[in-house]
């Protein structure tokens, strides 16, 4: 039974690095832009549907988009 948790974590472990560096990645200044312009709407279709592929590889950015749509409510 042990060797076979062993196997497991073993697998587990080839994925750590890649998922851990996908999420924990900061947005770049363009990356933020884009942010702000979904935010306010002013994204194309095509735009729209490159930015929610970029959010789904970087869910650490929602909370960033949550605070810009949060920030333009306090605005508006």
């Known amino acids: 039974?042990?060797?076979?948790?062993?196997?497991?974590?073993?697998?587990?472990?080839?994925?750590?690095?890649?998922?851990?560096?996908r999420e924990?990645?900061?947005p770049d200044e363009q990356?933020?832009?884009k942010i702000r312009s979904f935010a306010?709407?002013?994204l194309a279709?095509?735009?729209?549907e490159e930015f929610l592929a970029l959010i789904e590889k970087h869910p650490s950015w929602t909370?960033?988009?949550?605070a810009e749509v949060k920030a333009?409510?306090?605005q508006g």
């Open 63 to 66: 909370p960033i988009l949550a």
């Open 31 to 33: 990356a933020r832009e």
């Open 1 to 21: 039974m042990p060797e076979q948790f062993k196997i497991l974590s073993d697998f587990l472990r080839q994925f750590e690095p890649e998922v851990q560096g």
């Open 24 to 26: 924990g990645d900061p």
């Open 45 to 48: 279709p095509p735009e729209r």
């Open 40 to 42: 306010l709407g002013k």
């Open 72 to 74: 333009l409510r306090r």
